[in-house]
Every structure is written in C-alpha cells, then in structure tokens.
C-alpha cells in the first residue's frame, strides 16, 4: 500500500478558504497513492483557539464538500485529518474525517483525549467516546488525534479491533518534537502495527510546530520523517509485515492485562 501524508503549513496569513483549496489541489495531486492523510485542525489551527466557534463546521460544510471531491478526483482513501465540528446538538468537537475513493464520507472519530489542562481545547470541545476502526481493501486503519498519542490504551483497543496501520494527524507543538517521535515509535513497538504521523508545520497563535510527519513500521523502524517545512512523505507500506512481526516475536498474545 502507498501512504502518502501531507504535513501541511497553517500560515494564519492564508485565508481558510485559500487553504482548504490548496490542501484539495495537494490531494489531488498524489493519484497513484492508495491513502493519504492530513494534519489536525489544518483548516484554522490547532491552537487558534479564538477562531474555533467561528470556523466550525458540520459534516456537510466546505471542508468536508472540498476534501471529497479531492477524494474522488485522485481515486485515494482520504483521511482529511480534523475539522472543527459543530454539532447542531451539542458541542464543538475535534473531528476527524475519513473519505473513500469514490468521495463518500465513511467514517468520523472525534478525538478522545483533550488538550489543555483545563483550558483551550479541553474546554471548548466536547469528549468522543469511540475508538474507531476503518476497513480498507488491504488492511484495517485505527483512528487517533494527537494528544491520543499520550494514551496507549487506546492504542490497545484499537489493536483488539483488528488494526494494522494507526493513522493519527496532529498538531504538535515544536517544543515536545522529541515526545512526539519517541510515542510515535512507542506506539508501533507495543502494539506491532505501523504508525503514519501526520503534523502541521508552520506556526500558528504563535505557538511553532514540531512538523517531522514520521512513518514507523511494526518493528519500530523509522521509514520516512519529514523536516519543519510543509512536505509530502510517500512510503510503501509492505502490509504483510505486520503478520510476520506479530508472528515472529508474539509478545501481544502474552498480554496478561486488559483483554
């Protein structure tokens, strides 16, 4: 499978309009890969917070309109990484999206794990409480956001759902850049899977990000890891490993905890 992951740059200069049709023309751009996967809250900034209320969006709005045709228009598997999701109901959440080739919507995750301590994000925005799982053609996907990385259980149910590939967007702060390759690979290790890492770059409210998109195979080996600028990572994922990993040092059917 070709994963492609497009850590994109939030400049709070660029109009959320300008991006998001830039964002569908970088999509479009990687035909002849089988997935590719966006950053966290890409279109207004995971630390703008000012901006979240005004940005919001439904499942139907531009962002989500934009990235299927993107979708459709490269024949990929699109994980158009976050949106801020307004819930008429409810709610803002942190929400993930995740379109086939032929463009349809087929799954959404909101973001479980809150950021901020008491403020920004972990105040604003409303708790998933699924962890969610996408069946592709060749392998399942597992769903997580950024801050997720810190939480391996979910990671585990995740593993207990059939996961072969983690997919896990982000907008990671440049100052924690070590924590953020040091779980991405955590995370691969224990659970014997592939982590695709996707970030943003740039800064935004001021706050830099870390960038460095990284792709870990089961083992824990680094495959790709963009630098600070905005850039596309494109990896061949030989899919088969993870059986072979799994087979070959068995550590996760020696699990005692949690099954």
């Not at 005004?54 to 949106?83: C, F, K, N, Q, Y």
């Not at 990671?155 to 759902?161: E, G, M, T, Y």
């Not at 590939?165 to 982000?170: D, G, N, R, S, T």
């Not at 993870?242 to 699990?255: C, G, I, N, Q, Y």
Request: hydrophobic share 45%.
């Amino acid at each position: 499978m070709r994963a492609s992951l497009i850590q994109t740059a939030v400049d709070p200069e660029e109009p959320v309009a300008a991006r998001r049709a830039r964002v569908a023309e970088l999509v479009r751009a990687q035909r002849g890969s089988d997935l590719v996967v966006l950053p966290e809250l890409w279109p207004v900034g995971a630390f703008a917070y000012e901006s979240f209320a005004a940005e919001a969006e439904t499942l139907d709005g531009p962002t989500a309109e934009a990235m299927s045709d993107a979708a459709r228009d490269a024949g990929v598997w699109l994980h158009a990484g976050s949106i801020c999701e307004r819930d008429p109901e409810g709610p803002l959440y942190n929400t993930s999206l995740v379109f086939s080739p032929s463009g349809d919507l087929v799954r959404t995750y909101r973001k479980i794990h809150r950021f901020g301590f008491d403020k920004g994000e972990a105040v604003m925005m409303g708790a998933g409480s699924e962890a969610v799982t996408v069946r592709l053609p060749e392998t399942t996907l597992g769903l997580a956001t950024c801050y997720d990385l810190r939480f391996p259980e979910l990671f585990r149910a995740l593993v207990d759902q059939g996961t072969e590939v983690f997919v896990v967007p982000a907008g990671w702060p440049a100052k924690r850049r070590d924590h953020w390759t040091l779980f991405a690979r955590a995370r691969a290790v224990e659970n014997q899977a592939y982590v695709l890492a996707c970030g943003t770059a740039g800064t935004h409210a001021g706050v830099e990000q870390a960038g460095h998109s990284i792709v870990v195979d089961p083992w824990g080996e680094v495959l790709a890891e963009a630098g600070a600028d905005e850039e596309v990572l494109t990896v061949e994922l030989d899919l088969g490993r993870v059986a072979r990993t799994r087979e070959d040092f068995p550590a996760l059917r020696d699990r005692m905890l949690g099954r």
